[in-house]
């Protein structure tokens, strides 16, 4: 089951996203390096796809740097479409955006060219505006949704930004993004449970990442099952109920806290081939339910014939 959250500003913010369209000139999307994929929004992509696109895959700190190529190559497969790896945190980018921007939409006299910028909640659309900008200029945060309204930044060489809020999309077919949107911190907390993400993310790691967990936790020999993995760090970290039975929630909440920290090293989330697999699972699963909404159409425009032969 998919993780689901949509307020109504993302609604409202998509709304004010497509008037605005018209008049941009670049659209830069900012992604977050761990999870390309599950981060780039679909309506920003069907919303833009006419338009040159810079995508940004900013944490490089936090994402697996061999996987964080294998998007770019992915993605530069794509028509008028730019990377670039950032380290927000600890490196200027500013110089080679703004190179990318003039590259794809070369200035005409007079006019500023007009660039919007987007992404999902909490991937550093804030930071890199700041940063752009050269001062302080939008609200950044540690947690989703910050940035509740659009405002245009002129940065004074002829380059017009236009910072939107973070959105999400009504609803996320593939249940593995949105756990690990959710893992990430994409997702408002109050909007998930902290021990479905650690048991998501246990499972995952013990699977690709087994040599982090061991130096992390210092454990020797790995438990087959997420639970525990769970229990064994929960009793290291002294997240006990009476009797002795391991605070499930508090051993998650400390375990997803340190993976979005960095403290578990750089992870890649997903790789193309990953990505490819569960597409061709969604389109299973909804070719299954679109058969099984014509099959109950079906029978119920029977009945009303029946229903109505029995009435002449």
């Given at each position: 089951?998919?993780?689901?959250?949509?307020?109504?500003?993302?609604?409202?913010?998509?709304?004010?996203?497509?008037?605005?369209?018209?008049?941009?000139?670049?659209?830069?999307?900012?992604?977050?390096?761990r999870?390309?994929?599950?981060?780039?929004?679909?309506?920003?992509?069907?919303?833009?796809?006419?338009?040159?696109?810079?995508k940004l895959?900013?944490?490089?700190?936090?994402?697996?740097?061999?996987?964080?190529?294998?998007?770019?190559?992915?993605?530069?497969?794509?028509?008028?479409?730019?990377t670039?790896p950032?380290?927000?945190?600890?490196h200027?980018?500013?110089?080679?955006?703004?190179?990318?921007?003039?590259?794809?939409s070369?200035?005409?006299?007079?006019?500023?060219?007009?660039?919007?910028?987007?992404?999902?909640?909490?991937?550093?659309?804030?930071?890199?505006?700041?940063?752009?900008?050269?001062?302080?200029?939008?609200k950044?945060?540690?947690?989703?949704?910050?940035?509740?309204?659009?405002?245009?930044?002129?940065l004074?060489?002829?380059?017009?930004?236009?910072?939107?809020p973070g959105?999400?999309?009504?609803?996320?077919?593939?249940?593995?993004?949105?756990?690990?949107?959710?893992?990430?911190?994409?997702?408002?907390?109050?909007?998930?449970?902290?021990?479905?993400?650690?048991?998501?993310?246990?499972?995952?790691?013990?699977e690709?990442y087994?040599?982090?967990?061991?130096?992390?936790?210092?454990?020797?020999?790995?438990?087959?099952?997420?639970?525990?993995?769970?229990?064994?760090?929960?009793?290291?970290?002294?997240?006990?109920?009476a009797?002795?039975?391991?605070?499930?929630?508090?051993?998650?909440?400390?375990?997803?806290n340190e993976l979005?920290?960095g403290?578990?090293?750089?992870?890649?989330?997903?790789?193309?081939?990953?990505i490819?697999?569960?597409?061709?699972q969604?389109?299973?699963?909804?070719?299954?339910?679109?058969e099984?909404?014509?099959?109950?159409?079906?029978?119920?425009?029977?009945?009303?014939?029946?229903?109505?032969s029995?009435?002449?």
């Open positions: 089951m998919s993780i689901q959250w949509y307020p109504g500003h993302m609604r409202k913010a998509s709304n004010e996203m497509i008037e605005a369209l018209p008049l941009v000139n670049v659209v830069i999307e900012v992604l977050d390096a999870i390309p994929f599950s981060s780039s929004n679909p309506f920003i992509q069907e919303l833009s796809a006419d338009k040159p696109h810079i895959l900013n944490k490089t700190d936090l994402g697996d740097p061999d996987i964080t190529k294998q998007w770019q190559d992915y993605f530069e497969q794509q028509a008028n479409t730019k670039l950032l380290d927000l945190k600890n200027d980018p500013s110089k080679q955006i703004i190179d990318l921007i003039n590259k794809l070369p200035q005409k006299e007079g006019r500023n060219t007009l660039v919007m910028v987007t992404g999902i909640p909490n991937v550093g659309k804030s930071s890199l505006i700041n940063c752009l900008a050269g001062k302080h200029i939008t950044t945060g540690d947690e989703p949704a910050v940035t509740k309204g659009q405002q245009k930044i002129n004074r060489n002829g380059i017009m930004l236009l910072d939107t959105i999400l999309w009504p609803k996320i077919e593939n249940p593995q993004g949105s756990y690990r949107l959710g893992t990430t911190g994409a997702i408002k907390d109050t909007a998930v449970s902290y021990e479905d993400l650690a048991f998501f993310a246990a499972e995952f790691l013990l690709a087994p040599q982090r967990l061991r130096e992390r936790f210092n454990i020797e020999e790995l438990p087959r099952t997420e639970i525990a993995l769970l229990e064994i760090i929960g009793a290291q970290r002294g997240c006990l109920r009797g002795g039975r391991v605070d499930l929630e508090r051993v998650s909440t400390i375990f997803i979005r920290a403290l578990l090293g750089p992870l890649g989330f997903e790789t193309p081939e990953i490819k697999a569960e597409m061709q969604v389109a299973v699963l909804k070719e299954g339910k679109a099984r909404e014509k099959s109950r159409l079906d029978k119920a425009a029977a009945r009303r014939r029946k229903a109505k029995n009435r002449k």
